[in-house]
């Protein structure tokens, strides 16, 4: 049973058994993993007063609940993607968890302050400097389940600054991106619950609330988060297309702004490569595969190359079978030769299974008679 908790009577440095919430749904803080001072000066910030947990304080010492990528989370984050990377998977977490917040208390018409946002943003610019292989890898394994929109928000802005730093943006303009990719979706927050978790074929009423949530987003980025146009307009226009067909406003690819270009193909990468409720995520190969089929219809087909060049076909922690018989991970790309990634073995030609970091590293531009048959889901791999 949950317990309310006062926010007067935790401590930075204090853990719990049992997942934190700020209400019935939302996650301050995950099982095992310490508060810090300044989730708690944020929740101050926004006048709250109390969380709740079904848990209790970890003693000092205690084994429970181990912090980091171990702990299994009941919301889906699984440990695998981040390899043990305890730093990377607790800033992915936080920061999706902030995001959350963010939609919930727009789904409830309160007030947002953008300087929330803008610290979400100033730590996803730093994050994806350090370790984009890292995190683009992690979005790739199959292994973040549970979709909800915060975290395909956190996801498309990593992905979209991949492509911008890659199309090398200013830096003022690549903040704006990753705050647009950011909030895309956040006008889903108002729209009504029945019709986002129905099951089935949408009324034609139903399906016009839902297209219309990127007026409402871009409403709410322009008029109440007060961010300028060019902030607002991926919201508005993601869903846009490059010959026209798309919605709100049927707008012809080229009427449509360049970063709105950028995140409509990252959110349908993204979209491809989640697990979805209704059906398994694809894996990174036949999500590119996918765009590459596009054929000038629903994205700018010069942005299109760009994310692909960033991307590479075989993305970075794509796991892929090779000629030789032997499976591995991508671990780096060469925008010029996309089909001959980097690699590190995983599973030799002999069937010797190698750890994370302990697999001979190959790169498949010098090694000519070795190449890529297929890519592999990690899922398959996995039960093997």
Do not use: C
């Amino acid at each position: 049973m949950k317990k309310r908790l006062a926010l007067s009577d935790l401590s930075a440095g204090m853990k719990f058994t049992e997942d934190v919430l700020l209400d019935e749904k939302n996650l301050f803080v995950p099982a095992g993993i310490a508060i810090r001072q300044k989730d708690l000066d944020m929740l101050s910030a926004w006048g709250v007063t109390h969380v709740m947990s079904s848990g209790e304080p970890v003693e000092e010492g205690s084994s429970a609940a181990e912090e980091g990528p171990e702990a299994e989370r009941a919301d889906g984050i699984r440990p695998n993607p981040f390899a043990g990377d305890r730093e990377l998977y607790r800033e992915y977490v936080d920061m999706v968890d902030r995001l959350a917040v963010v939609f919930d208390r727009v789904g409830r018409n309160e007030k947002v302050e953008p300087r929330t946002v803008d610290s979400i943003v100033q730590d996803l610019l730093r994050v994806v400097r350090d370790k984009q292989a890292d995190l683009v890898s992690a979005i790739l394994s199959g292994e973040i389940a549970a979709n909800d929109y915060a975290r395909a928000g956190v996801d498309a802005a990593i992905l979209s600054i991949v492509v911008g730093s890659a199309i090398k943006l200013p830096t003022w303009r690549l903040a704006y991106l990753a705050t647009g990719a950011l909030l895309h979706d956040l006008g889903m927050a108002r729209v009504p619950e029945s019709i986002v978790k129905k099951k089935g074929e949408l009324a034609e009423d139903e399906l016009q609330k839902m297209r219309a949530h990127p007026l409402l987003s871009y409403r709410i980025i322009t008029k109440e988060l007060m961010y300028p146009d060019e902030v607002g307009l991926p919201g508005l226009q993601h869903h846009e297309r490059w010959d026209g067909e798309g919605y709100p406003r049927r707008s012809p690819g080229k009427d449509v702004d360049l970063l709105s270009r950028i995140v409509s193909v990252v959110d349908a990468f993204e979209a491809m490569v989640s697990e979805k409720p209704y059906r398994n995520s694809m894996i990174g190969y036949a999500a590119m595969k996918n765009l590459l089929s596009d054929n000038s219809r629903r994205f700018d087909p010069e942005i299109l190359k760009a994310f692909i060049r960033a991307m590479g076909i075989y993305p970075i922690g794509s796991l892929v079978l090779l000629n030789n018989a032997a499976i591995a991970k991508v671990v780096g790309i060469h925008a010029d030769a996309p089909l001959r990634p980097k690699i590190r073995i995983a599973v030799d030609e002999f069937g010797k299974r190698y750890g994370d970091d302990e697999g001979e590293i190959l790169d498949l531009l010098k090694e000519k008679t070795i190449f890529v048959a297929r890519a592999l889901d990690p899922r398959d791999v996995a039960r093997k």
